[in-house]
């Protein structure tokens, strides 16, 4: 345990190195709620209008899982970089077992996203409105169950490329399946309109769970918080146990083997 | 030059590929269902002819990637040994950086076109003169910038963060008029975007742009892109050069 304990503080001590880093990713999401959202505010059709009210108020929740998929996604760029420059050889020479030292990335992974992701879902309490304290203890506990999983797909991403391309194209490539087919962007209603199967998947997907489940807390009123069903959290603990060992596994075995 | 970069662009079979199936979900995702969720006419149309500016865009950024892996590898003494002048050398990676994105997004365009339509031939050659001309612009743009800050965490954020300004403040996504209504000072600032006029250019050569009206006289958009281009392949080149010799780069 206390090995797992190093490795957080280990990765924290990183975390706040890449200042810039964060400014930049905290510009990026501001950038798609004050600009984009608030430009699609006003091309929205009038049935889409009903439905969410406005559409920066329903992006807002979309935007802190973005963030926290970003920034628990950071953990796998240190890993692919460590990789790269043999760093791992260090790691694995550390006094703690593999599987300490693999918990502990990933766990890192997913509280460095929990950590950047607050000040963006205060971003949004502040507009859209404030949970009670049993709400806004259970929106933290499976947004931190989500960003253990993302944590863990990007530590199995990571290890498995062998150059920063590679990475940052495999990032884009799953940043736009999950992101694109989810309700962080638009309403499930919208999604069943363009493609009943696309609808499907989008009510899997692991952050339209998350972004649903606070937006059917903070905005109880509107028509979209209907379609929060309380299995999504299961699809979200299924996503993060799946990824969790994946990247366990695939950061213990592929490092010894290198 | 021009030709080894090339070739190395399509050494990365996996990059390659993968941008090709962002491109292509992007199309098939976002297009399709925002289409059901905003009140522009024909925005699909309108979205998937802007989505093939900003994959032209993001490619033409890579080179700036490809001077740090260089370097990070060694590579670059490799390069400076070579029997070709410095000159020659980093006018090469310029222009070399443009055409491969500009041959890469070549297929793309042409499914871009398949979906939107018809095309007006001459409008269409003067468009893309214009986003050959626009992709050296952001291939120097990006050159500079990489050798300018010299860490690939950096340079990776920093693009990050211009690509989000760039392109939301932009006609890419969404018509010049919306954008002006929701704030007049994004909207003065996607009018002065080079990827504005990039997108527009692209749609007025499809019959896309109708939908919107950005385009009053194409000659606008088109002097805008040539100063761009101008601007950023001149400071690429310049810095570039600059910093090349005496391990400046690293």
Not at chain 1, 132 to 155: D, H, K
Not at chain 1, 228 to 236: E, G, N
Not at chain 2, 72 to 97: D, M
Not at chain 2, 209 to 215: K, Y
Request: charged share 10%; aromatic share 14%.
């Amino acid at each position: 345990m206390i090995g797992v304990l190093r490795m957080v503080e280990h990765d924290f001590r990183n975390f706040f190195r890449y200042k810039w880093w964060l400014v930049g990713l905290i510009s990026m999401n501001l950038a798609d709620l004050f600009i984009s959202a608030l430009v699609y505010n006003n091309i929205l059709k009038a049935n889409v209008t009903s439905q969410i009210g406005s559409y920066f108020n329903f992006f807002a929740p979309g935007l802190a899982v973005t963030g926290l998929f970003a920034s628990a996604f950071m953990i796998g760029r240190e890993i692919n970089m460590e990789r790269r420059r043999e760093v791992h050889h260090y790691m694995l020479s550390l006094p703690m077992t593999r599987m300490e030292l693999a918990v502990g990335r990933v766990l890192s992974g997913g509280l460095r996203g929990m950590m950047y992701m607050s000040p963006l879902l205060l971003t949004c309490f502040i507009f859209v409105g404030f949970p009670t304290a049993a709400q806004l203890l259970l929106i933290l506990a499976v947004l931190f169950m989500l960003a253990v999983g993302i944590s863990g797909l990007s530590i199995s991403i990571a290890v498995s490329t062998s150059s920063l391309e590679k990475f940052i194209t495999a990032r884009g490539a799953v940043y736009y399946m999950l992101f694109f087919c989810s309700t962080v962007f638009y309403p499930l209603t919208v999604i069943k309109t363009a493609n009943p199967i696309l609808a499907s998947i989008a009510q899997m997907n692991p952050l339209s769970g998350a972004s649903d489940m606070i937006r059917s807390i903070l905005l109880p009123r509107l028509q979209i918080a209907e379609s929060f069903s309380y299995y999504s959290i299961i699809y979200i603990a299924v996503f993060s146990a799946i990824f969790t060992f994946t990247a366990a596994f695939a950061y213990m075995k592929i490092l010894e083997r290198k | 030059m021009i030709e080894r970069d090339v070739r190395l662009f399509f050494q990365y079979k996996f990059l390659v590929i993968m941008r090709a199936i962002w491109f292509v979900s992007q199309i098939a995702l976002f297009g399709v269902i925002a289409a059901n969720m905003v009140s522009v006419p024909d925005y699909f149309r309108y979205y998937v002819g802007g989505l093939s500016v900003m994959t032209l865009y993001s490619t033409a950024i890579f080179i700036g990637f490809d001077i740090y892996e260089e370097a990070e590898h060694g590579v670059f003494e490799y390069l400076l040994s070579l029997p070709v002048s410095r000159k020659q050398l980093v006018v090469g990676r310029s222009i070399g950086g443009g055409l491969r994105a500009f041959i890469y997004v070549g297929p793309l365009v042409a499914v871009s076109l398949f979906v939107i339509g018809g095309i007006n031939p001459i409008n269409f050659v003067i468009a893309l003169f214009a986003l050959f001309l626009f992709s050296f612009g952001v291939s120097g743009m990006s050159i500079a910038i990489a050798v300018s800050i010299k860490s690939s965490d950096r340079f990776d954020i920093l693009m990050g963060v211009l690509d989000a300004l760039i392109v939301r403040l932009s006609t890419t996504m969404y018509p010049l008029a919306i954008i002006q209504k929701t704030n007049p000072l994004y909207g003065w600032t996607a009018g002065l975007n080079p990827l504005s006029y990039a997108a527009d250019l692209f749609r007025w050569s499809t019959g896309v742009e109708d939908i919107a009206q950005n385009v009053q006289n194409p000659l606008l958009p088109l002097l805008g892109i040539v100063i761009f281009f101008g601007l950023f392949t001149f400071l690429g080149i310049t810095i570039y050069e600059r910093l090349i010799e005496g391990g400046g780069w690293r």
